[in-house]
């Protein structure tokens, strides 16, 4: 098939206070469960590397999580602090990094200070817990916004230990905050308690964004787009995950009693574009199908885990694949692999509306958007060079903190925490469908046997 390629350029600066995400058509406030949900005009998205550091006085953060996800690795693009230096430059004063394992954070802080961001780290204070920084905190170490990088099993309820956000609001009410994805880890029986917590967090009136990132991808935004300014209708939505399982070393990984399994910790992703775009799901219409580890089909070459040392019933799915329907009618899929091999992952999401298919392709990396539209075969191709998602989520949670006026045109955040738990849901209710009809298939084949 025929494409076209365009590649859009970088907006210029704005002259007013520069957010990642701008918007003058939609309130930050708004909401609706439909699949017309807030959207931002990528056009007038800005890069890091066009942003200026906003002038201003000392902006007081608290890291809690001392690993990957709060100062980056080589496994992937993540790292926080990096997205906090550049959007708030010498203002930036990291009061104080909450991580249990003391040595490791030390560590990480002795690296930052050794670079030219040493100002925002110089004075930082490690400790194990929140409650111990509570304890010791001066008034001059009042955060503005406290970032949630932990483990996901330790957080997302409202069990003592297992209870971060709550124990923020309590100990810091007013004060913003950043939860990274997914809501929580534990058991499906807890899934009401990470509600519970979406309902505190509303009620107390705090800003909370969660890091589904790819939310606030130009791409993505641009898809939106195209669907709002044409009044379109989502038809389907289907999403594919394939990942390369020889680079995942993690042993955990592949224990799903640790991890949740591939659709909750992985896939959460790809289910989150889902509903953004198609709305709220039926839950009770989530249908799945799994290929296991000890089926023929799922035997893996490459793992780099020796995966006999974890107990059968906890090995991960290799293959999970899942329908559904939303609540307006539309139908969605999504299959998530474990089957590639090497280091890059192959995702693609596809929407489709009456006349339309929208395609997005490689979203982690280097998204590309292929656009069919009424009166022509051909494909559109769109890149989006230097596109930082991650840098987009911190900026727009910044700009909302700092916006005590509430500019309409301030950009709003994308994923609240109540829109996290209902991401966290879904992915609860494939794992669950799928086990369901695992167990079926194998009663099914041991009753010839019984007889």
């Not at 304890?135 to 001059?140: D, E, F, G, I, T």
């Amino acid at each position: 098939m025929s494409r076209r390629t365009s590649e859009l350029a970088s907006p210029p600066v704005s002259s007013r206070r520069p957010s990642a995400l701008d918007s003058p058509s939609f309130s930050r406030r708004q909401s609706g469960a439909s699949s017309r949900r807030p959207s931002i005009d990528p056009s007038r998205l800005v890069r890091m590397d066009k942003t200026h550091a906003l002038s201003g006085d000392d902006f007081n953060v608290v890291f809690v999580g001392a690993g990957n996800i709060m100062f980056g690795s080589d496994e992937g693009p993540w790292n926080h602090s990096f997205r906090f230096e550049h959007k708030l430059g010498p203002r930036l004063k990291v009061v104080a990094l909450i991580d249990p394992a003391v040595d490791r954070a030390r560590a990480v802080l002795q690296k930052k200070c050794e670079t030219f961001v040493r100002s925002a780290y110089e004075n930082t204070r490690v400790f194990k817990t929140l409650e111990d920084f509570v304890r010791n905190m001066s008034k001059n170490d009042m955060p503005r916004a406290i970032i949630v990088g932990s483990p996901p099993m330790f957080r997302g309820t409202i069990q003592p230990g297992r209870d971060i956000e709550m124990q923020i609001m309590k100990h810091f009410p007013g004060v913003a905050m950043f939860i990274e994805k997914p809501a929580a880890t534990g058991p499906a029986s807890e899934i009401p308690e990470a509600f519970q917590v979406a309902k505190a967090i509303n009620e107390s009136g705090t800003l909370c964004s969660v890091g589904y990132m790819l939310r606030y991808l130009r791409a993505v935004q641009m898809m939106k787009q195209i669907i709002n300014e044409n009044q379109l209708t989502v038809m389907a939505t289907i999403a594919r995950y394939a990942c390369a399982y020889e680079a995942i070393a993690k042993p955990d990984w592949w224990d799903k009693s640790k991890s949740a399994g591939p659709i909750v910790e992985q896939g959460t992703h790809f289910c989150d574009l889902s509903r953004y775009f198609g709305g709220e799901v039926d839950m009770s219409t989530v249908n799945a199908h799994s290929l296991e580890w000890d089926e023929n089909a799922g035997h893996l070459s490459k793992m780099t885990v020796d995966e006999s040392a974890i107990p059968p019933e906890n090995r991960i799915p290799r293959v999970t694949a899942a329908t559904w329907k939303y609540d307006s009618g539309a139908v969605g899929s999504f299959t998530h692999l474990v089957a590639l091999q090497g280091h890059d992952y192959s995702c693609e999401l596809e929407v489709y509306a009456d006349g339309y298919q929208l395609k997005l392709v490689n979203p982690y990396v280097q998204p590309v958007l292929y656009i069919r539209k009424p009166g022509s075969d051909i494909e559109e191709m769109h890149r989006f060079p230097d596109d930082d998602p991650f840098f987009s989520e911190i900026s727009v949670l910044i700009d909302n903190i700092e916006d005590i006026e509430e500019d309409p045109e301030t950009a709003q955040i994308l994923s609240s925490f109540e829109d996290a738990c209902k991401t966290y849901e879904l992915t609860w209710a494939i794992r669950l469908a799928a086990e369901r009809n695992r167990e079926l298939k194998k009663a099914k084949s041991a009753a010839p046997a019984a007889a």
